[in-house]
Structures are given as structure tokens and as C-alpha cells.
């Protein structure tokens, strides 16, 4: 008989965003005449900031040319751009990372799916719930899925760490500590950020017990507060964690494709370099981020460039001001949308999360993401995404506000 890789059997059917994206199509055509209105899957609605098209029209000219043309990019990236986010994004902040400790890619989304490669199968790995899916249906797909072996004393499988309203949205250090620590702040899908303080209790845990932080920091660009950009801004952080950084929130590339994952030389475990392993990885499966997209990611550095994508981040700031007040104007118990893109309410009247997404649609025609998509400690919340265009956001609170 064939044999597939059964642990993709073990996968919730569709991916949580194909499902609702699936719903809202089948509402529109039911429905042609509403203006459906999507706060759904958080993908931006401004366009590229001028600095970057030009960087893109110069990129492509210069490929038109055989004395200006590139070929395959350097493995890890373009030397010019890894010096650039070293400075900006680490050197700026006090955190010492170097250029060849940074790998440029395609985006945050495909190296937190791959970066679980770098475990051993039976590795026990932590996610707090909810949870972006990404970082549990790639360890399912991976075959993490067993619990607790009494021959070898090790764990398979996924601990959930909850995180709801009684816990302030912050889980607590697990007691057993696990081999792996997936962290994502501020938070997908809570919209809530984390204290420098706590990010040093995670460090320092992670340096004693010997786990791997897995730090998702796509959202940085929306901190307001006094809180940390990088987890790098932490003391020790070199030895026990790994970021993931994305220009997709920040500077608009959610179709262009670019982010990078940094991995200090420091990081040991088991007497292997992990920085080394990915560099491996790398090389054998990745042949660049395209040499146009690279040079869009190096505009998004330069002094025009940053001042227009604060622009945009403003914009899209106030969108989740004008929901976060809206909705508890009207009554709703709102989390989030202060140092994250994200709003995480709480669904009226106790409804399931999936029944609230029903009623939105069907009522207001209002998309947004059922909080039980993201785990099971998001059963009874409801994710808005502040990235929807300002005329839109208005309209959307005004809808919901009448409900
Ligand atoms: C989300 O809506 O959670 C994100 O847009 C998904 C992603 O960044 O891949």
C-alpha cells in the first residue's frame, strides 16, 4: 500500500484563514448586494510606500541589463541588507547581533513553519493558546503529536499554555520545561505585548532549563509603550532564543515576500551549533529572496522610507483605536489593539466564537476570526484586525455598534 505522511491526517481540515475566507465567499455570493466588510486574516491594505516602488522599478531596470543583472541571491541574503537590519533593527537597540547571524527569506510565515526542522521529532514543544496555527499544524505535520513515552521518559507532542483573561493573556513558566518555547509578541492573536521584565523571566528560564525560545516579534512596529522590540534587548537572550521578524506588517509585504530569522552564534544545544544547522538548511533548500524584493526591503531602511511606513502604521494605529473604543463603547469587554494590529473580544452573551463569526457576517457583514480558531483558550473571544482601509474600520464599528 502507499504510504502518505499520515500526520497531516491528524490536521484540522482546512487552514484556519482558508476557512474563513471560504465562509465569506459563500456568504457574497449568497448575498451580492452587502458590502461584505473583511477584519478577518490580517493582511494590509495600504499600498507599498513610495521609497519602495522606486527601489522596485530600479531593481527591475537594473535586472534588464547584463552588467546590472542578479542571479541566484546569496543563501543567507544580501550582504548590504543583514548589515542594514543589524544596525537598524539590533545595533539601535542595544542588542549584538551581527550580520551573518541574520538570514533574509521569504517571509516570517515560511521559517516559523520550518524553523520545528531544527528538533528532534520526540523534542516537547510549547505554544501559548491561542496561537498563531502556523507553529502547531507544522509540528502536526512534523508527527509531533504523542504524549508522554514512560520507556524514554520524553514527551511528543504540543503543551498548550492557556492564555485568557484571568491570566492577564501571560502564561506562566511551565513547570516541566519544555525543549521548545514558541513566544510571539505583541501577541497574534490577543493583540497584547509583553513587559521587558517578563521577556527576562522567559530568558532567564530558558538559559536554566535549556529550552529553545522561539520569539515571533512580526508585530514589533506597532509597540506604543515602554516595551521590548526584540527579545535580543534581554540580557543572555543570544544563548537560549531564536526571532522571527517580517516586513510584512510593518512596511506592506504581505504579497511582496520578505523577512528574516535570526539566530545567534551562541545558541548551543546538544554541542551543535543551530545557527549552523539552519545555515545548512538553508543552503540545501532555499535559493534567496528574489534581488528586487531585497532591494525593496533596503528602501524600507532609508530615512524617506521609514517616514512613510510610521505613516502607515499610523493609519492603521488609529484604525484599532476607533475599534477598541467603539466596541467598548458599546458594551463589548475589549483586550489588545494598543501594541498589536490585533483586537480580542470578548464574544456577548457567552456565544461560541464560531456563532459570534456567523452573527457578524450574517448581520453586519462584518468578517473577523473566531478566537477557538486560534486553540482552545480562544473559545469565547473574537479576533478584529486593525489592518482594514480607515473608511472600512468606521464602517465596520458603526455595523457592529447597531447590532
Ligand atoms: C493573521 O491574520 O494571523 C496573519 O495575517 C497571518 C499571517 O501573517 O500569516
Redesign the pocket.
Known amino acids: 500500500m502507499f504510504r502518505i505522511n499520515e500526520n497531516y491526517l491528524k490536521l484540522g481540515g482546512s487552514y484556519l ?1 482558508s476557512t474563513v475566507g471560504r465562509k465569506a465567499r459563500e456568504f457574497q455570493a449568497q448575498h451580492p448586494e452587502v458590502e461584505v466588510i473583511s477584519l ?4 494590509v491594505t495600504e499600498p507599498l510606500c513610495p521609497a519602495v516602488i522606486k527601489a522596485l522599478h530600479e531593481a527591475v531596470e537594473e535586472m534588464g541589463h547584463a552588467e546590472s543583472f542578479h542571479g541566484y541571491a546569496p543563501d543567507l541574503g544580501y550582504v548590504w541588507l543583514r548589515e542594514c537590519i543589524a544596525k537598524n533593527d539590533y545595533a539601535a537597540r542595544g542588542a549584538r547581533i551581527t550580520p551573518d547571524e541574520i538570514f533574509v527569506s521569504d517571509g ?2 515560511s521559517d516559523a513553519g520550518a524553523i520545528q526542522e531544527l528538533f528532534s521529532l520526540d523534542a516537547r514543544i510549547a505554544v501559548c493558546d491561542p496561537v ?1 496555527p ?1 507553529y502547531v499544524d507544522s509540528n502536526v505535520m512534523a508527527g509531533r503529536t504523542g504524549a508522554f513515552d514512560a520507556e524514554t521518559g520524553r514527551y511528543g507532542g504540543v503543551l498548550y499554555m492557556p492564555c485568557r483573561a484571568e491570566n492577564g493573556f501571560s502564561p506562566s513558566l511551565p513547570e516541566e520545561a519544555p525543549d521548545v518555547i514558541y513566544l510571539c509578541y505583541p501577541n ?2 490577543t493583540g497584547m505585548g509583553i513587559s521587558k521584565e517578563k521577556l527576562q523571566n522567559w530568558v532567564d528560564y530558558a538559559n536554566s532549563s535549556g529550552a529553545v525560545i522561539l520569539y515571533d516579534a ?1 508585530y514589533e512596529a506597532y509597540i506604543t509603550g515602554d516595551l521590548p522590540h526584540s527579545i535580543y534587548e534581554c540580557d543572555g537572550a543570544e544563548s537560549c532564543a531564536i526571532e522571527l521578524r ?1 516586513f ?2 510593518n512596511a506592506g509585504f ?1 504579497g511582496t515576500r520578505l523577512g528574516f530569522t535570526v539566530i545567534p552564534k551562541a545558541l548551543v544545544r546538544g554541542g551543535v551549533s543551530l545557527h549552523d544547522l539552519w545555515a545548512r538548511r538553508h543552503g540545501t533548500r532555499y535559493n534567496g529572496a528574489p534581488y528586487i524584493v531585497q532591494k525593496a526591503g533596503m528602501a524600507v531602511y532609508s530615512e524617506e522610507g521609514k517616514a512613510q511606513i510610521r505613516e502607515q502604521i499610523g493609519i492603521y494605529q488609529k484604525n484599532a483605536r476607533l475599534i477598541r473604543e467603539g466596541l467598548s463603547g458599546a458594551g463589548y469587554t475589549v483586550y489588545g489593539g494598543v501594541d498589536a494590529p490585533y483586537i480580542w473580544l470578548k464574544t456577548p452573551g457567552n456565544m461560541s466564537s464560531w456563532d459570534f463569526f456567523d452573527l457578524l457576517l450574517n448581520q453586519a457583514g462584518v468578517v473577523g ?1 473566531p478566537g477557538s480558531g486560534f486553540g482552545p483558550s480562544g473559545e469565547g473571544y473574537f479576533r478584529l ?1 486593525a489592518f482594514g482601509s480607515p473608511a472600512n474600520t468606521e464602517k465596520a464599528v458603526k455595523r457592529i455598534q447597531s447590532l
Open positions: 484563514f478577518g486574516i490580517g493582511d516570517a510565515k498563531y502556523v497574534n492573536p512580526a517580517s510584512s506588517k504581505t476570526t484586525t
